[in-house]
């Protein structure tokens, strides 16, 4: 099973880096075919080995309340309040891709690892496909190496992996603390093979100019600083926070030489300015009108608007991946998407304080990388890197449980052997202090 998640991480980089069409009937490409040949075997091994248990139930059944909603909304809007033109087979083979395929990459990715070296083997191939997207990206856009894979847009802005640039940005950050874990964690030649892959990661999303994706970054440094100060002394914090600091301005030096007007009018002037429309890049603008009709209808603060509505009613797309769950879904499926978000956080996050230091180095980078996509996508609308972020829950969630189950393996043979231990030596001690009746009798004497 490992293999074909590998092979499954392989196929979806591949593609989306070289922009490969992979279609093989309308919504089905290979890409699914490969997830949903993952799905029936996982089927089958329960089936016949008949060791399916649910595990994170909630997490589970919050996916279940979001997939189940959305389609009952869809034959409404489609049949019942039937807004104009809404085709109903598009819009169910939209949430067939952006709600149950994304289940089914979290549920393959979180069932199909059975023990913890399974799930640090497929979280680090997740980890160096990001690496290898990322380095096509830097050296196609920059010239070392032409490749014509990537765009650059005429604002001077860089398109990788992902396509637009907000998502690829979203896709960078949600991976980049796991290289800057191995980094640290790492000795001799991998740790620096691991610190040029996070310096080549950072160098993409400067290209992009993403400022939604690094105020996500910067939001999950100080909040995830914050849930792990236990594990962070205040000398680890000045050190961290000078590499840190260190890192980004050689990247930043390196890259000023090629893209030094990018940075300097859509980040830097982009950011501080005093327009509010310049500075989120005209979002206001869309989500005046959203919350507009939301209030205008009390009734869709609850229950939304029903799903693919936004697309028909206003624009094709919100710029927030919020926003857009609570305009279609309502407050249901916004609290059940984030739900899902904070569940998982909270378990790595538990799971840290039992786990051995290279699989919490892992967790925390997890955590500190999800943040920063929750960060992100305030600003964006997701579709590309969903599958690798559901993928790397997946087998994270499965990362910590496995660790969970060592943990209480060698607790429970530590109490045994104690347990053992303790009666051989009180009747060591017994039988010094308390002579058997037999003998002291005098009965049974030789």
């Given at each position: 099973?490992?293999?074909?998640?590998?092979?499954?991480?392989?196929?979806?980089?591949?593609?989306?880096?070289?922009?490969?069409?992979?279609?093989?009937?309308?919504?089905?490409?290979?890409?699914?075919?490969?997830?949903?040949?993952?799905?029936?075997?996982?089927?089958?091994?329960?089936?016949?080995?008949?060791?399916?248990?649910?595990?994170?139930?909630?997490?589970?059944?919050?996916?279940?309340?979001?997939?189940?909603?959305?389609?009952?909304?869809?034959?409404?809007?489609?049949?019942?309040?039937?807004?104009?033109?809404?085709?109903?087979?598009?819009?169910?083979?939209?949430?067939?891709?952006?709600?149950?395929?994304?289940?089914?990459?979290?549920?393959?990715?979180?069932?199909?690892?059975?023990?913890?070296?399974?799930?640090?083997?497929?979280?680090?191939?997740?980890?160096?496909?990001?690496?290898?997207?990322?380095?096509?990206?830097?050296?196609?856009?920059?010239?070392?190496?032409?490749?014509?894979?990537?765009?650059?847009?005429?604002?001077?802005?860089?398109?990788?992996?992902?396509?637009?640039?907000?998502?690829?940005?979203?896709?960078?950050?949600?991976?980049?603390?796991?290289?800057?874990?191995?980094?640290?964690?790492?000795?001799?030649?991998?740790?620096?093979?691991?610190?040029?892959?996070?310096?080549?990661?950072?160098?993409?999303?400067?290209?992009?100019?993403?400022?939604?994706?690094?105020?996500?970054?910067?939001?999950?440094?100080?909040?995830?600083?914050?849930?792990?100060?236990?594990?962070?002394?205040?000398?680890?914090?000045?050190?961290?926070?000078?590499?840190?600091?260190?890192?980004?301005?050689?990247?930043?030096?390196?890259?000023?030489?090629?893209?030094?007007?990018?940075?300097?009018?859509?980040?830097?002037?982009?950011?501080?300015?005093?327009?509010?429309?310049?500075?989120?890049?005209?979002?206001?603008?869309?989500?005046?009108?959203?919350?507009?009709?939301?209030?205008?209808h009390p009734w869709a603060l609850i229950t939304g608007f029903c799903w693919d509505a936004y697309a028909h009613l206003l624009t094709s797309v919100t710029h927030n991946h919020?926003?857009?769950?609570?305009?279609?879904?309502?407050?249901?499926?916004?609290?059940?998407?984030?739900?899902?978000?904070?569940?998982?956080?909270?378990?790595?996050?538990?799971?840290?304080?039992?786990?051995?230091?290279?699989?919490?180095?892992?967790?925390?980078?997890?955590?500190?990388?999800?943040?920063?996509?929750?960060?992100?996508?305030?600003?964006?609308?997701?579709?590309?890197?969903?599958?690798?972020?559901?993928?790397?829950?997946?087998?994270?969630?499965?990362?910590?449980?496995?660790?969970?189950?060592?943990?209480?393996?060698?607790?429970?043979?530590?109490?045994?052997?104690?347990?053992?231990?303790?009666?051989?030596?009180?009747?060591?001690?017994?039988?010094?202090?308390?002579?058997?009746?037999?003998?002291?009798?005098?009965?049974?004497?030789?």
């Open positions: 099973m490992r293999i074909l998640l590998w092979f499954i991480v392989f196929v979806l980089i591949t593609a989306d880096t070289f922009s490969l069409e992979l279609g093989l009937a309308p919504g089905l490409s290979a890409k699914n075919a490969l997830l949903y040949l993952a799905a029936v075997f996982l089927a089958g091994r329960f089936i016949i080995t008949r060791t399916f248990k649910v595990q994170l139930g909630g997490v589970h059944a919050a996916f279940l309340i979001l997939v189940t909603y959305a389609v009952i909304t869809l034959f409404v809007a489609a049949y019942g309040i039937a807004y104009p033109r809404y085709k109903f087979l598009e819009s169910a083979m939209f949430l067939k891709g952006n709600l149950v395929d994304h289940y089914l990459f979290f549920a393959v990715f979180f069932f199909g690892p059975r023990t913890r070296d399974e799930a640090l083997s497929v979280i680090k191939a997740l980890i160096v496909a990001a690496c290898a997207a990322n380095f096509i990206t830097v050296v196609d856009a920059s010239g070392l190496i032409h490749l014509g894979v990537t765009e650059v847009g005429q604002d001077g802005r860089v398109q990788g992996a992902m396509g637009e640039q907000n998502q690829y940005g979203a896709y960078i950050i949600a991976f980049l603390p796991a290289m800057l874990a191995y980094a640290i964690s790492g000795r001799g030649a991998m740790r620096a093979v691991w610190l040029l892959a996070a310096m080549i990661s950072l160098a993409a999303l400067l290209m992009t100019a993403s400022r939604g994706a690094m105020v996500g970054l910067i939001f999950s440094a100080v909040w995830g600083a914050y849930l792990f100060r236990r594990y962070l002394s205040p000398e680890k914090v000045i050190i961290w926070g000078l590499s840190a600091f260190v890192l980004i301005s050689v990247v930043v030096a390196m890259l000023s030489l090629q893209f030094g007007d990018l940075l300097k009018e859509h980040v830097l002037q982009g950011t501080f300015t005093n327009n509010a429309t310049e500075a989120s890049s005209g979002r206001t603008e869309l989500w005046g009108p959203a919350f507009s009709l939301l209030m205008s919020y926003l857009d769950l609570w305009f279609n879904l309502g407050l249901i499926g916004l609290f059940a998407f984030l739900f899902i978000l904070i569940r998982v956080c909270i378990f790595a996050r538990s799971t840290c304080e039992i786990a051995t230091p290279a699989v919490r180095a892992q967790l925390i980078a997890f955590v500190f990388g999800l943040i920063a996509v929750a960060g992100a996508i305030f600003f964006v609308n997701l579709y590309s890197p969903w599958p690798y972020i559901w993928a790397y829950i997946g087998a994270t969630m499965r990362l910590a449980i496995e660790e969970r189950s060592a943990s209480a393996a060698s607790q429970s043979s530590a109490i045994r052997q104690a347990r053992e231990a303790t009666p051989a030596a009180g009747v060591r001690r017994g039988a010094v202090r308390k002579p058997s009746p037999a003998l002291s009798s005098g009965r049974g004497q030789f």
